[in-house]
């Protein structure tokens, strides 16, 4: 076992995946020579070697474009994309062609490649750095879409992902990235996508959150005290996500608050709040609330606090729907 953060246990899925195959390589900007942005990638070109850790030019519709290509024809990419919100450039070839390859050629080709990028406010950085375009993502048939929110379940579903025979988008909350530690096994395993994880059972309302977000969720939790048994739901994958484990914990307490950071708006709360209605609607005591960000752009630093859901937002979540 080894006490690691989050850019860490990334970091060791991605050293584990290219140590084991030869076909795994690395490609983005400043991946190699400096490590990263967050230094994520650090020290792998320096073990690897330039052809399997690749500097690539400022382009991601490039990065994402030659990631197509390589794994089409045998090759395991995985991109970086520095963050979430530079994304949106390479957005047409992973609509486009990644999610449709399988479909587009009746299964003879596959595009394994896993695109890697951080998501997520809090850390004061400029426009386009902070999005959290999970919903968009899911709704591509065709792509998986990974948000882990701890260093145990960050390197388990990376390796996971890169064991994928489609493409997946893997969110990295940078904001947590060196904020939790938790004990890891520094040998091979796998967290399976499509399972959530109960991070702690109750009876009173469900909590969903997943990513950075279940920090907050914790910690309003913590808050809270013994005034109500929350069962907290990590969501993990958001596509395909874990309804069975969803529907089963609304059943069981009748009450439910979904919290994420990205806005109200068709955000994938609304996508669970629809599955809870026609799966588990008899069983609800209150409606469910949704605790998220305005829908509004993501805002300039002085006002990030305003705009993102905390843990006084959260209590205030469940003191609505226990309070109907």
Not at 116 to 139: K, N, Q, V
Not at 141 to 154: R, W
Not at 283 to 308: C, G
């Amino acid at each position: 076992m080894v006490v690691a953060t989050i850019v860490q246990a990334v970091n060791m899925g991605l050293r584990q995946e290219l140590a084991r195959d030869k076909n795994v390589v690395v490609l983005g900007e400043d991946v190699g020579l400096n490590g990263g942005v967050f230094r994520a990638t650090d020290g792998l070109q320096k073990e690897f070697g330039p052809d399997r850790v690749i500097d690539t030019p400022l382009a991601e519709l490039g990065i994402v474009g030659c990631s197509i290509g390589m794994a089409v024809n045998g090759l395991k990419p995985i991109a970086e994309i520095q963050f979430s919100g530079f994304v949106y450039a390479a957005f047409d070839q992973l609509l486009s062609h990644a999610a449709r390859i399988r479909m587009r050629s009746r299964g003879r080709y596959t595009c394994p490649m896993v695109l890697r990028t951080p998501y997520g406010g809090g850390i004061r950085a400029l426009e386009l750095h902070c999005e959290s375009g999970e919903a968009l993502f899911s709704h591509i048939s065709g792509l998986k879409m990974v948000v882990p929110s701890n260093p145990y379940d960050t390197k388990g579903l990376l390796a996971a992902a890169i064991r994928e025979p489609d493409p997946v988008i893997f969110y990295e909350p940078m904001r947590i990235y060196r904020a939790i530690k938790q004990d890891i096994p520094e040998e091979e395993y796998f967290v399976p996508l499509g399972k959530a994880n109960i991070a702690q059972a109750g009876d009173d309302l469900t909590l969903i959150s997943w990513g950075s977000m279940l920090k907050t969720c914790q910690d309003a939790v913590e808050k809270l005290g013994n005034k109500y048994s929350v069962e907290l739901v990590d969501l993990r994958t958001i596509n395909p996500y874990d309804e069975e484990t969803v529907i089963s914990s609304v059943k069981k307490t009748g009450r439910c608050v979904i919290v994420h950071e990205a806005m109200k708006t068709c955000g994938f709360g609304a996508e669970l709040i629809a599955s809870i209605n026609e799966k588990a609607l008899l069983s609800l005591e209150a409606p469910v609330v949704r605790v998220t960000a305005p829908d509004v752009p993501f805002p300039l630093a002085k006002l990030e606090n305003y705009f993102l859901p905390d843990v006084d937002k959260v209590l205030k979540g469940i003191e609505k729907v226990m309070g109907f």
